[in-house]
C-alpha cells in the first residue's frame, strides 16, 4: 500500500538558512499534519491542513510557515533556522472523516 | 501537568511474556486513542486506534480504554524481542470544539529480551 512520501530525507542547513520540505500524502487523504519531534521527545504538532485550508495550529513558530496545494501535496517553509530547530520532521495524513493518522518516514533537519 | 502521560520506561520483560503499557490523560473531551510503535530514528507506526470503553485486540495486540478512569492500556502478547521499541500513546484531544492534532504521553520505551 501507499505511504506518506516526504522529501528530503535529509537536510543540512546553517543557521539562518531557509529550509523547505515536502510531503505527499497517501492517495485520496485529503487532510495532512506536521509534527516535530525534538532528541528524546515525542512528536509535536505544528500545524494541519485540510481541503487546502489551514485546519488546526499548534506549537508552530513564526518563522514557519505552510501550505497545502490542489494536489494535496504540503510544503513547509522554515526561515531564520536556529539550532533549536534541529529535530525530525514528520508528516502525516488521514481523510477527514477518520481519525487515525499515517505517518511518514520523516525528514531529519540538522542546523548548524 | 502534561495531557497525556506514560511511564518513561524502560520496562523489561522476558521474551514470551506479556507487556503492560499503561497511559492517563487530562478531562478534555478526548475522543479518539491511539497507540504508536516506534524504531529508534524512525517514524511512528500506527497499531492499535480504540474509540469506545472496553477491549479490542488484533493479533497480539489488546488495547483497553477506560474513560471514567481516564486511561488507556496496551497488552502485548507473547512478547518478541522485535517489539522493542518506544510505545506512544496518543490523545485526540478535541479544544474549543475543534481540531484533530494528535497530543502524545512522551513514550515508554520497551525492552523484550530474549
Known amino acids: 500500500a501507499a505511504g506518506v512520501i516526504q522529501s528530503p530525507r535529509h537536510l543540512i542547513k546553517e543557521k539562518r538558512e531557509t529550509a523547505t520540505l515536502k510531503c505527499y500524502p497517501i492517495?485520496?487523504?485529503?487532510?495532512v499534519y506536521w509534527y516535530q519531534q525534538g532528541p528524546g521527545q515525542d512528536p509535536q504538532f505544528l500545524i494541519s491542513f485540510y481541503e487546502k485550508m489551514q485546519s488546526d495550529k499548534g506549537s508552530i513558530p513564526d518563522r514557519f510557515s505552510a501550505q497545502q496545494f490542489s494536489d494535496y501535496h504540503s510544503e513547509l517553509n522554515m526561515s531564520s533556522l536556529e539550532l533549536g530547530d534541529s529535530a525530525l520532521y514528520f508528516c502525516a495524513s488521514n481523510r477527514q472523516e477518520t481519525y487515525e493518522q499515517y505517518f511518514g518516514p520523516g525528514t531529519r533537519l540538522t542546523v548548524t | 501537568q502534561k495531557e497525556v502521560e506514560q511511564n518513561s520506561g524502560p520496562l523489561s520483560v522476558p521474551e514470551g511474556a506479556i507487556a503492560s503499557l499503561n497511559c492517563t490523560y487530562s478531562d478534555r473531551v478526548s475522543q479518539s486513542f491511539f497507540w504508536y510503535r516506534q524504531y529508534s530514528g524512525k517514524s511512528p507506526e500506527l497499531i492499535m486506534s480504540i474509540y469506545s470503553n472496553g477491549d479490542k485486540e488484533d493479533g497480539r495486540f489488546t488495547a483497553q480504554l477506560n474513560k471514567a478512569s481516564q486511561y488507556v492500556s496496551l497488552l502485548i502478547r507473547d512478547s518478541q524481542p522485535s517489539d522493542s521499541a518506544t510505545y506512544l500513546c496518543?490523545?485526540?484531544?478535541?479544544?474549543?470544539?475543534?481540531?484533530?492534532?494528535?497530543?502524545f504521553g512522551g513514550g515508554t520505551r520497551l525492552m523484550v529480551k530474549p
Open positions: 492517495p485520496r487523504h485529503d487532510t
Open positions: 496518543a490523545v485526540n484531544i478535541v479544544i474549543n470544539n475543534a481540531g484533530n492534532m494528535l497530543t
